[in-house]
């Protein structure tokens, strides 16, 4: 049996979703004969994954494709010109006429994004000259920089290739299929459509079936056609996002022209766990002939042994595998069996050694990125904040540092599921060496960690085992990830997770007031939220913040609140970035577990779980009031747009309205105040008496000593110091940085230097953890 694992479009651009890597790994553990008490492995021949977002990406944004595009638009885009306002015929008749430069320079756009051997001398050509494409985006990037009286260089060419992008993305959806986007595909039909039915009727949509059509033919089909009759072929599709939904059942259905009865198809992820996780539509086994559940491991090791038990003297297929099953249950899985739904989405006890499987596997288990052609991702520059743009500029190797949350209380979140409430941590040294001897395969050295957030103490030791790594390899990972803004993250531990290579983090602050963080169970503090990001901010390290708003029980003034806290935030350069997310109620949340269980009076479900039965996405719930929210979202959007870039940061919160909002009730200097709190305790931790209990690095390079001076760099200052015995002092700490710590160094420390040398050196790159 061969195993292909196929990510269906459109996902993240940049890089290859982290599903399919781990499902490879995986299954490659089981061929290897890794995973304890189970000969399932042996079934498997080959195990191959293939990125299909990325692929039909280069299929469009091509020559050849958009020669095609062109081709099947032109017609209707001239004819919608005719009977659209002046300013959208204008768009319309200007990308017909400029086809051919389209068509001439969209190779080299890409190149640019993904950074061929040519691309910085195409650079200088596209950002200057007149015969290169030009869409409404890229004339508005033009006029930002008009108005900030600077002329477009070559350093902007990813920018702009980037907005050229959108822009042939906007006459897709505007003229060629209205379900593209960039980076999704039918997103509102797997979010909100009542029936499958809708999506059965999106399968003949024009990018499906003109381009991503092609695209499963050239990756699936079988160069000998005999070995469809002698191979049996398992399928895994992922579907981390309502976006790909679409795509991934026209992938089983032309799968299923390509293989008949000897494809078995599988299909799982975000999407399947949070929207289908009560599924009923028996017509979506027409196309998908078992679904997953969670992470899967446990469901797909219980159906390969299943199948390794049958008697198979023929070869395996998709019926005869159902049929072996007789109607029994397997592990978080489903399938259709005499006319029914078989299996549940939730354990069952009589199969939990499945799920001690699947913990065991999740400690240990590398994503494996081997194989994908990282030169084929382009790097997208779609904003000048740095913080912000660092999603999609990098090919991030994505992991996870633990599976689900240590927290998991939050009430927005969908904490009844396991992605949030099964923590597992992973073995932090084990896996800081797995992701180095990826970056060593794929040459791609940084780790973007998407956890719900990283645990401070995994996040440490990551850290020192990547110091240590770049002592013996001579190289490091560099790395950031999701955190919770809380009051462990200290200015040494900051100090220290920096110089380890971490260079951002994002984390929810979600309603930056005292209620609103109570309101949610956010389970912090303005104060510890405050210190948290000053720690970061001031070792160097990007912060982004996640903001929510429309909580089915915040007022007017709250927000307003919240906004003004954030304001403040960005004046005094403690956030980079931030995000608002209008808040949805969801099936799985912890609030709409409390109300069913009498909690929340005030909540009113207009529909629930017993009205979203019968409908096919069933997650997103609906509450009496939950509309009245969406009249700030223009003025919440603006203003951060400003703040991000450094603009308006004294303009009065209310006036970014065009209605009457309240006035704030915070002080002017609020967040100051609780700047000045920080300053206070980190001070005081400076001037701690230190123990031999206490861990101590040094992280301020390679002192030089002149007498009973001492000199150092750290944080890019040089620093001086009077030292009795600098000469040992000097020696034990170069012993003492993190890649090359030995053991009861610190101790030597403690007994030559005065409390007066310790604290200058404390101030100064001794970090105490």
Same mark, same amino acid.
């Given at each position: 049996?061969?195993?292909?694992?196929?990510?269906?479009?459109?996902?993240?651009?940049?890089?290859?979703?982290p599903?399919?890597?781990?499902?490879?790994?995986?299954f490659?553990?089981?061929?290897?004969?890794?995973?304890?008490?189970?000969?399932?492995?042996?079934?498997?021949?080959?195990?191959?994954?293939?990125?299909?977002?990325?692929?039909l990406?280069h299929?469009?944004?091509?020559?050849?494709?958009?020669?095609?595009?062109?081709?099947?638009?032109?017609?209707k885009?001239?004819?919608?010109?005719?009977?659209?306002?002046e300013?959208?015929?204008?768009?319309?008749?200007?990308?017909?006429?400029?086809?051919?430069?389209?068509?001439?320079?969209?190779?080299?756009?890409?190149?640019?994004?993904?950074?061929?051997?040519?691309?910085?001398?195409f650079?200088?050509?596209?950002v200057?000259?007149?015969?290169?494409?030009?869409?409404?985006?890229?004339?508005?990037?033009?006029?930002?920089?008009?108005?900030?009286?600077?002329?477009?260089?070559?350093?902007?060419?990813?920018?702009?290739?980037?907005?050229?992008?959108?822009?042939?993305?906007?006459?897709?959806?505007a003229?060629f299929?209205?379900?593209?986007?960039?980076?999704?595909?039918?997103?509102?039909?797997?979010?909100?459509?009542?029936?499958?039915?809708?999506?059965?009727?999106g399968?003949?949509?024009?990018?499906?079936?003109?381009?991503f059509?092609?695209?499963?033919?050239?990756?699936?089909?079988?160069?000998?056609?005999?070995?469809?009759?002698?191979t049996?072929?398992?399928?895994?599709i992922?579907?981390?996002f309502?976006?790909?939904f679409?795509?991934?059942?026209?992938?089983?259905?032309?799968?299923?022209?390509?293989?008949?009865?000897?494809?078995?198809?599988?299909?799982?992820?975000g999407?399947?766990n949070?929207?289908?996780?009560?599924?009923?539509?028996?017509k979506?086994?027409?196309?998908?002939?078992?679904?997953?559940?969670d992470?899967?491991?446990?469901?797909?090791?219980?159906?390969?042994?299943?199948?390794?038990?049958?008697?198979?003297e023929?070869c395996?297929?998709n019926?005869?595998t159902?049929?072996?099953?007789?109607?029994?249950?397997?592990y978080?899985?489903?399938y259709?069996?005499?006319e029914?739904?078989?299996?549940?989405?939730?354990?069952?006890?009589?199969?939990?050694q499945?799920?001690?499987?699947?913990?065991?596997?999740?400690r240990?288990?590398i994503?494996?990125?081997?194989?994908?052609?990282f030169?084929?991702?382009?790097?997208?520059?779609?904003?000048?904040?740095?913080?912000?743009?660092i999603?999609?500029?990098?090919?991030?190797?994505?992991?996870?540092?633990a599976?689900?949350?240590?927290?998991?209380?939050?009430?927005?979140?969908?904490?009844?599921?396991?992605?949030?409430?099964?923590?597992?941590?992973?073995?932090?040294?084990?896996?800081?060496?797995g992701?180095?001897?990826?970056?060593?395969?794929?040459?791609?050295?940084?780790?973007h960690?998407?956890?719900?957030?990283?645990?401070?103490?995994?996040m440490?030791a990551?850290?020192?085992?990547?110091l240590?790594?770049?002592?013996?390899?001579g190289?490091?990972l560099?790395w950031w990830?999701?955190i919770?803004?809380?009051?462990?993250?200290?200015?040494?531990m900051?100090?220290?997770?920096?110089?380890s290579?971490?260079?951002?983090?994002?984390?929810?602050i979600?309603?930056a007031?005292g209620?609103g963080?109570s309101?949610v169970?956010?389970?912090?503090?303005?104060?510890?939220?405050?210190?948290?990001?000053?720690?970061?901010?001031?070792a160097?390290?990007?912060?982004?913040?996640?903001?929510?708003?429309?909580f089915?029980?915040?007022?007017?003034?709250?927000?307003?609140?919240?906004?003004?806290?954030?304001?403040?935030?960005?004046?005094?350069?403690?956030?980079?970035?931030?995000?608002?997310?209008?808040?949805?109620?969801?099936?799985?949340?912890t609030?709409y577990?409390e109300?069913?269980?009498?909690?929340?009076?005030?909540?009113?479900?207009?529909?629930?779980?017993?009205?979203?039965?019968?409908?096919?996405a069933?997650?997103?719930?609906?509450f009496?009031?939950?509309?009245?929210?969406?009249?700030?979202?223009?003025?919440?959007?603006?203003?951060?747009?400003?703040?991000?870039?450094g603009q308006n940061?004294?303009?009065n919160?209310?006036?970014w309205?065009?209605?009457?909002?309240?006035?704030?009730t915070?002080?002017?200097?609020?967040?100051?105040?609780?700047?000045?709190?920080?300053?206070?305790?980190?001070?005081?931790?400076?001037?701690?008496?230190?123990?031999?209990?206490?861990?101590?690095?040094?992280?301020g390079?390679?002192?030089?000593?002149?007498?009973?001076?001492?000199?150092?760099?750290?944080?890019?200052?040089?620093?001086?110091?009077?030292f009795?015995?600098?000469?040992?002092v000097?020696?034990?700490?170069?012993?003492?940085?993190?890649?090359? *710590?030995?053991?009861?160094?610190e101790?030597?420390?403690? *007994?030559?230097?005065?409390?007066?040398?310790?604290?200058?050196?404390?101030?100064?790159?001794?970090?105490?953890?």
């Amino acid at each position: 049996m061969n195993v292909t694992i196929i990510q269906p479009p459109l996902v993240q651009l940049n890089t290859p979703y982290p599903s399919g890597a781990y499902l490879k790994a995986f299954f490659q553990m089981l061929q290897d004969g890794k995973v304890p008490e189970t000969s399932a492995g042996s079934l498997i021949s080959e195990v191959r994954w293939l990125d299909l977002s990325t692929a039909l990406f280069h299929k469009i944004f091509c020559r050849r494709g958009l020669t095609k595009l062109f081709e099947l638009s032109e017609k209707k885009a001239l004819s919608m010109a005719e009977n659209s306002d002046e300013e959208t015929a204008f768009q319309l008749r200007r990308y017909i006429i400029n086809q051919d430069l389209w068509i001439n320079w969209i190779d080299r756009i890409v190149e640019i994004l993904c950074g061929g051997n040519s691309a910085r001398e195409f650079c200088h050509e596209f950002v200057r000259s007149p015969h290169s494409p030009r869409g409404n985006r890229m004339e508005n990037f033009f006029g930002e920089l008009a108005e900030q009286g600077r002329d477009i260089t070559t350093d902007d060419a990813k920018i702009l290739a980037s907005l050229a992008l959108a822009d042939l993305a906007d006459f897709i959806t505007a003229v060629f299929d209205p379900d593209f986007r960039l980076i999704s595909y039918a997103e509102h039909l797997g979010t909100s459509t009542a029936s499958f039915n809708d999506v059965i009727k999106g399968l003949e949509s024009p990018v499906l079936n003109h381009f991503f059509k092609d695209v499963l033919t050239e990756n699936l089909c079988p160069a000998d056609s005999n070995a469809v009759s002698n191979t049996t072929e398992l399928f895994l599709i992922s579907v981390p996002f309502p976006g790909c939904f679409e795509a991934a059942v026209f992938a089983a259905k032309e799968i299923r022209k390509l293989y008949g009865n000897k494809a078995i198809i599988a299909t799982g992820g975000g999407y399947i766990n949070t929207e289908l996780r009560n599924l009923s539509e028996s017509k979506l086994f027409d196309y998908f002939d078992f679904v997953s559940y969670d992470m899967g491991y446990g469901s797909y090791l219980h159906l390969l042994e299943k199948i390794s038990s049958a008697d198979n003297e023929k070869c395996i297929t998709n019926d005869s595998t159902i049929q072996n099953l007789s109607g029994k249950c397997l592990y978080k899985m489903k399938y259709f069996d005499n006319e029914k739904i078989i299996g549940s989405a939730y354990p069952d006890e009589s199969l939990k050694q499945y799920a001690e499987a699947e913990t065991n596997i999740c400690r240990v288990l590398i994503p494996d990125f081997s194989g994908i052609d990282f030169s084929k991702y382009p790097r997208l520059a779609d904003d000048t904040n740095p913080m912000h743009s660092i999603w999609n500029d990098g090919a991030w190797l994505k992991a996870y540092m633990a599976h689900g949350c240590y927290w998991h209380r939050c009430a927005f979140c969908d904490t009844q599921l396991e992605y949030v409430n099964r923590f597992c941590k992973v073995g932090a040294e084990h896996f800081c060496d797995g992701l180095t001897e990826q970056a060593e395969k794929t040459g791609v050295w940084g780790i973007h960690f998407v956890d719900e957030a990283c645990p401070p103490a995994s996040m440490i030791a990551f850290g020192l085992r990547n110091l240590q790594n770049e002592k013996s390899k001579g190289k490091k990972l560099t790395w950031w990830g999701n955190i919770r803004f809380e009051k462990t993250f200290t200015r040494d531990m900051a100090d220290f997770l920096s110089y380890s290579g971490l260079t951002a983090v994002s984390g929810g602050i979600e309603i930056a007031t005292g209620d609103g963080l109570s309101a949610v169970n956010k389970g912090t503090t303005i104060e510890n939220i405050v210190a948290a990001a000053c720690a970061f901010k001031e070792a160097g390290i990007l912060v982004h913040s996640y903001m929510i708003f429309g909580f089915y029980q915040q007022s007017e003034q709250d927000l307003i609140n919240s906004m003004e806290t954030l304001r403040q935030l960005f004046k005094a350069g403690l956030l980079d970035s931030a995000f608002w997310h209008k808040f949805t109620l969801t099936l799985h949340s912890t609030v709409y577990k409390e109300w069913e269980e009498g909690k929340h009076p005030d909540l009113k479900i207009i529909t629930g779980h017993e009205e979203n039965k019968n409908r096919f996405a069933e997650n997103d719930l609906h509450f009496a009031g939950e509309n009245k929210s969406a009249k700030y979202s223009d003025g919440l959007n603006a203003a951060l747009d400003a703040w991000m870039h450094g603009q308006n940061l004294d303009t009065n919160v209310q006036r970014w309205f065009s209605f009457n909002m309240p006035h704030p009730t915070l002080p002017k200097d609020y967040i100051d105040k609780l700047i000045e709190k920080y300053e206070i305790r980190r001070d005081s931790a400076y001037k701690k008496v230190l123990t031999e209990k206490d861990r101590l690095f040094w992280l301020g390079g390679k002192p030089v000593v002149s007498g009973e001076t001492l000199t150092w760099f750290f944080m890019g200052q040089e620093l001086t110091g009077h030292f009795a015995k600098a000469k040992e002092v000097a020696s034990i700490l170069e012993e003492i940085t993190p890649g090359s *710590k030995k053991q009861d160094k610190e101790k030597d420390l403690l *007994k030559i230097c005065s409390g007066k040398e310790l604290g200058r050196l404390r101030r100064g790159g001794l970090c105490c953890l």
